[in-house]
Protein backbone atom coordinates (compact mmCIF):
# COMPACT_ATOMS: atom_id res chain seq x y z
CA UNK A 1 0.00 0.00 0.00
CA UNK A 2 1.32 3.45 -1.00
CA UNK A 3 1.51 5.75 1.41
CA UNK A 4 2.79 9.88 1.87
CA UNK A 5 2.53 10.70 5.65
CA UNK A 6 2.78 14.45 5.97
CA UNK A 7 3.18 15.97 9.94
CA UNK A 8 5.23 18.70 11.25
CA UNK A 9 2.41 21.34 11.06
CA UNK A 10 1.15 23.47 13.78
CA UNK A 11 0.42 27.28 14.69
CA UNK A 12 3.55 29.93 14.80
CA UNK A 13 4.14 32.98 15.06
CA UNK A 14 5.07 35.31 11.99
CA UNK A 15 8.86 35.00 11.55
CA UNK A 16 9.14 31.99 13.19
CA UNK A 17 9.90 28.14 11.66
CA UNK A 18 8.81 25.07 11.24
CA UNK A 19 9.80 21.95 9.56
CA UNK A 20 7.50 19.53 8.11
CA UNK A 21 8.08 15.96 6.99
CA UNK A 22 6.78 13.75 4.30
CA UNK A 23 7.10 9.74 5.09
CA UNK A 24 7.12 7.77 1.92
CA UNK A 25 6.06 3.78 1.37
CA UNK A 26 4.64 1.17 -0.78
CA UNK A 27 7.29 2.76 -3.82
CA UNK A 28 10.38 2.64 -4.82
CA UNK A 29 11.51 5.97 -3.21
CA UNK A 30 14.39 6.68 -5.19
CA UNK A 31 12.49 6.91 -8.90
CA UNK A 32 10.27 9.60 -7.49
CA UNK A 33 10.14 13.27 -6.79
CA UNK A 34 8.26 14.32 -4.27
CA UNK A 35 6.53 17.87 -4.06
CA UNK A 36 5.09 19.82 -1.61
CA UNK A 37 1.22 21.53 -1.97
CA UNK A 38 -0.67 23.79 -0.17
CA UNK A 39 -3.87 24.77 0.02
CA UNK A 40 -5.77 28.30 1.62
CA UNK A 41 -9.28 28.72 2.18
CA UNK A 42 -10.65 30.17 -1.28
CA UNK A 43 -7.90 29.98 -3.13
CA UNK A 44 -6.47 27.63 -5.25
CA UNK A 45 -3.83 24.87 -4.55
CA UNK A 46 0.02 26.11 -5.09
CA UNK A 47 3.08 23.79 -5.51
CA UNK A 48 5.40 25.45 -3.07
CA UNK A 49 8.81 22.95 -3.86
CA UNK A 50 9.51 19.53 -5.39
CA UNK A 51 12.54 17.40 -4.84
CA UNK A 52 14.30 14.85 -7.32
CA UNK A 53 15.17 11.75 -5.14
CA UNK A 54 17.51 10.18 -7.26
CA UNK A 55 19.75 13.32 -7.87
CA UNK A 56 18.75 15.91 -5.53
CA UNK A 57 17.45 18.88 -8.18
CA UNK A 58 15.02 21.16 -6.34
CA UNK A 59 12.08 23.47 -7.59
CA UNK A 60 10.98 26.28 -5.26
CA UNK A 61 7.73 28.88 -5.57
CA UNK A 62 8.86 32.36 -6.00
CA UNK A 63 7.03 33.26 -2.88
CA UNK A 64 8.98 30.85 -0.85
CA UNK A 65 12.26 31.11 -2.56
CA UNK A 66 15.10 31.83 0.33
CA UNK A 67 12.84 31.09 3.14
CA UNK A 68 12.20 27.29 2.75
CA UNK A 69 14.24 24.65 1.76
CA UNK A 70 13.36 20.72 0.99
CA UNK A 71 15.81 17.78 1.38
CA UNK A 72 15.36 14.09 1.20
CA UNK A 73 16.76 11.46 3.61
CA UNK A 74 16.82 8.55 0.75
CA UNK A 75 17.91 6.16 3.73
CA UNK A 76 14.56 7.31 5.55
CA UNK A 77 11.94 7.54 2.70
CA UNK A 78 11.45 11.10 3.81
CA UNK A 79 11.37 14.58 2.19
CA UNK A 80 11.65 17.63 4.34
CA UNK A 81 10.32 20.89 3.95
CA UNK A 82 11.81 23.17 6.30
CA UNK A 83 9.88 26.35 6.58
CA UNK A 84 11.98 29.63 8.05
CA UNK A 85 10.51 33.33 8.05
CA UNK A 86 6.91 32.20 7.95
CA UNK A 87 4.05 35.17 7.12
CA UNK A 88 1.12 35.11 7.51
CA UNK A 89 -0.07 33.90 3.76
CA UNK A 90 1.78 30.76 4.32
CA UNK A 91 -1.43 29.67 6.46
CA UNK A 92 -2.80 26.31 4.90
CA UNK A 93 -2.70 23.14 4.72
CA UNK A 94 0.35 21.31 3.38
CA UNK A 95 0.10 18.56 1.23
CA UNK A 96 3.49 16.11 -0.03
CA UNK A 97 2.89 13.83 -3.28
CA UNK A 98 4.71 12.15 -5.71
CA UNK A 99 5.60 11.70 -9.47
CA UNK A 100 8.48 10.24 -11.71
CA UNK A 101 9.68 13.70 -12.18
CA UNK A 102 9.11 17.73 -10.58
CA UNK A 103 8.56 18.55 -14.24
CA UNK A 104 5.07 15.65 -14.02
CA UNK A 105 4.23 16.92 -10.59
CA UNK A 106 4.37 20.60 -11.81
CA UNK A 107 1.74 19.83 -15.08
CA UNK A 108 -0.20 16.65 -14.02
CA UNK A 109 -1.83 15.07 -11.51
CA UNK A 110 0.13 13.42 -9.09
CA UNK A 111 1.15 9.21 -9.41
CA UNK A 112 0.54 9.67 -5.09
CA UNK A 113 -1.08 12.38 -2.47
CA UNK A 114 -0.36 12.14 0.80
CA UNK A 115 -2.84 13.55 3.37
CA UNK A 116 -2.23 17.08 4.54
CA UNK A 117 -0.71 18.76 7.60
CA UNK A 118 -2.25 22.19 8.80
CA UNK A 119 0.77 25.07 9.19
CA UNK A 120 -0.99 28.35 10.99
CA UNK A 121 1.23 31.31 10.96
CA UNK A 122 -0.42 34.03 13.05
CA UNK A 123 0.56 37.73 12.69
Known amino acids: EVQLVASGGGLVQAGGSLRLSCAASGFTFDDYAIGWFRQAPGKEHEEVSC????????FYADSVKGRFTISSDNAKNTVYLQMNSLKPEDTAVYYCAADVTCYGLKYNPPHYWGQGTQVTVSS
Open 51 to 58: ISTSDGST
